[in-house]
């Protein structure tokens, strides 16, 4: 008889914690794990700002698969998933079906444009370990090519990021840090450059405790940004973005580089599918498990959870990723261990700490505000916490971040 195959899909947080913890609750004789992912590497997700704007290069972001997977337990393939053919039990990918008895969809998130013309084809996003290189190579040439043109395009020099929720924020910290060194790089007065952040609410970092709110918009305007706050972008062209000034009003502003960093959707895979959702998230049940389909788990950036308190989505974050790889192991286990009900997934939510560079952030951790260097010290112990739940000291002492202060 054939043993059960457990397909998941995605290597980011979400897979990866579910996998790593399938190799140690499962024996080879009970069931076949597959795990399948585009690259054979795992990246950072909560570290692409920095290999954006270029502070960290992109090689201490990833990770290879192997060295957290064990290859004697879990068999990887590294494939583009195009489909799930949820009644006939089997992926699609670029290396062919794949049939599967359990299958876990960690896809991670995709950028959400809100059909603002001119986003797809001229700004960049922030997704990947390929878009990261690209943004930071992308500036980079736009000062090169500055120092070396007879007549000088001073708006190249200009970099326009969409959205001050938490990656806009994290990416301008870094982009704050980063444009000094530019500008001596390349012989360039820091006066010509401008850092603008365009937000169509009405604060940034919504949602975030109000003084923190303060303090992280100070010390981003002393580093040199420029907010446009209560102000949508309308549209983003070749060489500019127009944004809105009130009712009739639009403003253009010219720029070298536009970076859109203002939300989030699930995979599109998830639609593709036809598996019942919003926005390619699937509303899960406490089990993890998508409404009416019982052998797939959907987690991650592609699932959807409410808080009961706030009534509202929980966002969509690493940390829940983790947590959700952990309950989804344990809870396919049970199911070949033939024990029911399965367990319900609660977050832990042990606080949220945004990086403002390298050296400075804001965060509330275990209910306690932080800022400056404190804070940057738990993000850079948040970030090493990740690591070790994957893959042990030995993963924190290969990618770790040490410099502290
Ligand atoms: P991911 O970790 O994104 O992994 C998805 C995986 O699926 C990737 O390996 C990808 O290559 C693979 N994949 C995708 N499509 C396919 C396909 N078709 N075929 C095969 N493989 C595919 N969260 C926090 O908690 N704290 C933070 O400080 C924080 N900072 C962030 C900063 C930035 C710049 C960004 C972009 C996000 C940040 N987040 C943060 C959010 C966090 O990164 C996500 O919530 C988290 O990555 C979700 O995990 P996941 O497992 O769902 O997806």
Known sequence: MRKPRIVVLGAGYG????????????????????????????????WLHEASAGTLHHDRVRYDIKDVVNTSKVNFLQATVDDIKVEEKKVVTSQGEVEFDYLVVALGAE??????????????????????????????????????????????????VGGAGFTGIEFLGELGNRVPELCKEYDIDPSKVRIVCVEAAPMILPGFDPELVKYARAALEKKGVEFHIGTPLKEAKADSVLISKGEDEVEEIKAGTIVWAAGVRGNRIIEKAGIENMRARVKINKDLRAPGHDNIFIIGDCSLMINEETERPYPPTAQIAMQQGEVCARNIAALLHGKDPLEEFTPDLKGTVCSLGEDDAIGVVYGRKLTGTKASFMKKVVDNRALYMVGGPSLVFKKGKFKFF
Do not use: P, W
């Open 111 to 160: 950028s959400e444009t809100f059909g603002i013309q001119g986003l797809h084809e001229h700004a960049f996003m922030i997704s990947n370990i390929n878009s990261a290189r690209q943004i930071r190579e992308h500036i980079e040439l736009q000062f090169a090519t500055y120092k070396n043109e007879e007549v000088k395009k001073d708006e190249r020099l200009t970099i326009v």
């Open 15 to 46: 897979g990866l914690m579910t996998v790593t913890r399938l190799q140690k609750q499962l024996s080879t004789n009970e069931a076949e794990v597959i795990l399948i992912n585009k690259n054979d590497y795992h990246y950072e997700t909560t």
